[in-house]
């Protein structure tokens, strides 16, 4: 079955960066929108960023210009590299997959990974 498995998270101070990686294994349909969510504590998952199938890629605009979302050339590993962090972009991050890239769309969802950032 599909599982997604994120690595990569942890501490970073304000303005730092973190680079976020995300594996892929036995997704044999390769039109799935892939992407980044977080959710803060007490506040609702949301999108970060997402590429969709035909590689149009969303972003929040919390993180534009400073999120960079990528995938390898075999799209085995999703990326997130993550730039002038800030408080706010503290939460855990998930990698999701789903058929199209609206949030109740993304069914398939990894274990998730800790970002904290200190100002």
């Known amino acids: 079955h599909v599982q997604l498995v994120e690595s990569g998270g942890g501490s970073a101070e304000a303005g730092g960066s973190l680079r976020l990686s995300c594996r892929i294994s036995?997704?044999?349909?390769?039109?799935?929108?892939m992407g980044w969510f977080r959710q803060a504590p007490g506040k609702e998952r949301e999108s970060v960023a997402r590429?969709?199938?035909?590689?149009?890629?969303f972003y929040a605009a919390s993180v534009k210009g400073r999120f960079t979302v990528s995938q390898d050339s075999n799209k085995s590993t999703l990326y997130l590299d993550m730039s002038n962090l800030n408080a706010s972009d503290t939460a855990v991050y998930y990698c999701?997959?789903?058929?199209?890239?609206?949030?109740?769309?993304?069914?398939?969802w990894g274990q998730g990974t800790q970002v904290t950032v200190s100002s």
């Open positions: 999701g997959a789903g058929r199209y890239c609206s949030l109740s769309y993304i069914t398939i």
């Open positions: 036995e997704l044999a349909d390769t039109n799935y929108c």
């Open positions: 590429i969709a199938t035909g590689g149009t890629i």
